[in-house]
């Protein structure tokens, strides 16, 4: 009974202390790569041009970002690879690179252009209205003040453009604070209503706050709970 | 001490959560929170031991499957020959997040379970399920009792083969080995089901010596875990965005002020002061 005991607090305290440290360990990385972190910087361009980014999901939600650059063009591909944004995509003979997955939307796909809807690609010129772009984002050649715009449309729908790029890179808009003093790029902030709303200014994501209090907390209550039953053990 | 009813509602309520969403962020939080319970209620000469290892055997096997099958995501980390059947292909750092995640789940509704096995006994479970489902209950606990009962027998008539001088020799050695233990396994249930028969199983409802009485705490467990539950259904109806997916490329999962509120409900039997157990 006595080797019962010792051997139930032994395992339950290193299960507390696994987890503990576990906890630990997942709150630091959250906290240092996680929204709002100082480490992570969400833009990576930098030089004198620019150009904007729209981006309309299929639940209307809009993102937009504003990359900078410092050749006369950029390619559509380079300007999503810079904006920060998650993507994939699948390349289509001469129509060039189409994309299959952006910003997490769809969440999974099997086939490209998937059975339920794609991303319909369009291209604005000097601050002018969209245009369905005819090539894919690999060929797209993008100038100053040019935009790029996604908007996620169900197969049976038409491809309506997405939100106007005005402001988005500065103009009548706010324009988008530096994220780092090093890089001159830019990023607006996601319009997204639940990011926004979650999101306070300039501080941690107040969901990562709370995972990591309540992960500290109850890693902490493991440990009382364990050395307890040490305690208890004859 | 915690009625029984509530503790299997607060078991149904922390699988709900767990199963109810992908985020490995609620996953784990439920993990600790059943661990908390479970260390807090745990009682004296019940190991855990047994309980870890089914728990981190479990989860490693799901997330390793996950990983080895499934060949999609953007972030390759080996690639192993597509002429290895199954397991051909790229081995991604997404497939390997979303094993992890599949584990995580894995765990959190195993220890979601625990305490119906740890904290009650077996009759307490059969009294906490409702009136109809009670024959079935019985059934399920019976048979899962011969479950231990089968291990106990295969490592009896192994040893004693061993002392007749039996040797394991290749797969079909072990005939010697399971033919007596299936025999023995098959006469056990003859004799559970007479003893059980005798005890008038199946004759009218079962009674107790005395009904247990619910107290605040029971209430407030079962209020604090309904909610949880009920938190997470309804968020999910309600559109916000409870599940992570990796795919295609791996991010950082979303997480929810409300959620983690939610999965900390289920943590409040850990905050109940436990009755002293008598010597």
């Given at each position: 009974m006595g080797s019962l005991g010792r051997g139930r607090g032994v395992a339950a305290a290193g299960l507390a202390s696994v987890l503990a440290v576990a906890a630990a360990t997942l709150a630091v990385v959250y906290v240092a790569?996680?929204?709002?972190?100082?480490?992570?910087?969400t833009c990576a361009g930098a030089g004198p041009n620019h150009a904007a980014l729209v981006v309309e999901h299929g639940d209307g939600s809009v993102v937009t970002r504003c990359v900078a650059f410092g050749s006369t063009s950029i390619t559509g591909e380079q300007l999503l690879d810079q904006s920060g944004l998650s993507w994939s995509g699948e390349t289509f003979g001469s129509y060039g690179r189409a994309v299959c997955a952006l910003d997490s939307e769809p969440a999974r796909y099997a086939t490209c252009p998937g059975a339920d809807g794609y991303w319909a690609v369009f291209e604005a010129t000097g601050g002018g209205l969209w245009v369905l772009s005819p090539v894919g984002i690999s060929t797209l050649s993008l100038a100053d003040g040019d935009a790029e715009g996604f908007r996620y449309v169900s197969?049976?729908?038409?491809p309506v453009p997405p939100p106007s790029a005005t402001g988005v890179c500065g103009g009548s808009a706010p324009p988008a604070a530096p994220k780092t003093p090093a890089t001159a790029a830019t990023t607006t902030a996601t319009t997204s209503a639940a990011g926004a709303s979650a999101r306070l200014a300039g501080g941690v994501d107040p969901g990562i706050l709370a995972a990591v209090v309540a992960g500290l907390v109850l890693a902490g209550l493991a440990g009382l709970r364990a050395a307890t039953l040490r305690r208890r053990a004859p | 001490m915690i009625a029984p009813r509530a503790w299997l509602v607060w078991s149904l309520a922390a699988v709900v959560v767990a199963l109810s969403t992908t985020n490995p962020v609620y996953r784990g939080l439920v993990v600790l929170a059943a661990v908390d319970v479970l260390l807090t209620w745990l009682p004296a000469g019940r190991r855990i031991r047994p309980l870890v290892i089914t728990v981190v055997a479990a989860s490693a096997f799901a997330a390793l499957v996950n990983a080895l099958a499934a060949h999609t995501g953007a972030d390759v980390v080996i690639s192993l020959p597509s002429?290895?059947?199954?397991?051909?292909?790229n081995l991604t750092l997404e497939t390997l997040a979303f094993g992890a995640d599949l584990g995580l789940g894995l765990a959190a509704a195993l220890l979601a379970v625990a305490p119906l096995s740890f904290v009650l006994e077996p009759h307490d479970v059969v009294d906490a399920m409702p009136d109809p489902l009670e024959r079935t209950g019985i059934a399920v606990a019976t048979s899962l009792n011969l479950v231990s009962g089968f291990g106990r027998t295969f490592a009896a008539v192994r040893d004693a083969q061993l002392m007749r001088g039996w040797r394991p020799r290749g797969l079909r050695s072990w005939n010697e080995v399971l033919v007596p233990v299936v025999l023995t396994a098959i006469e056990d249930s003859v004799l559970l089901a007479e003893a059980m028969e005798a005890r008038g199983f199946g004759a009218g409802r079962r009674t107790s010596y005395s009904a247990a009485r619910w107290s605040a705490r029971d209430l407030a467990v079962v209020l604090a875990s309904v909610g949880s539950a009920a938190l997470f259904v309804g968020l999910r109806f309600a559109g916000v965005a409870i599940d992570w997916f990796p795919y295609p490329t791996i991010d950082l999962p979303p997480i929810e002020p409300s959620l983690v509120a939610g999965c900390l409900m289920l943590a409040l039997p850990a905050l109940m002061r436990r009755p002293r157990s008598r010597p």
């Open positions: 790569l996680g929204p709002g972190s100082p480490l992570v910087a197969d049976s729908g038409d | 002429s290895w059947p199954l397991v051909g292909g």
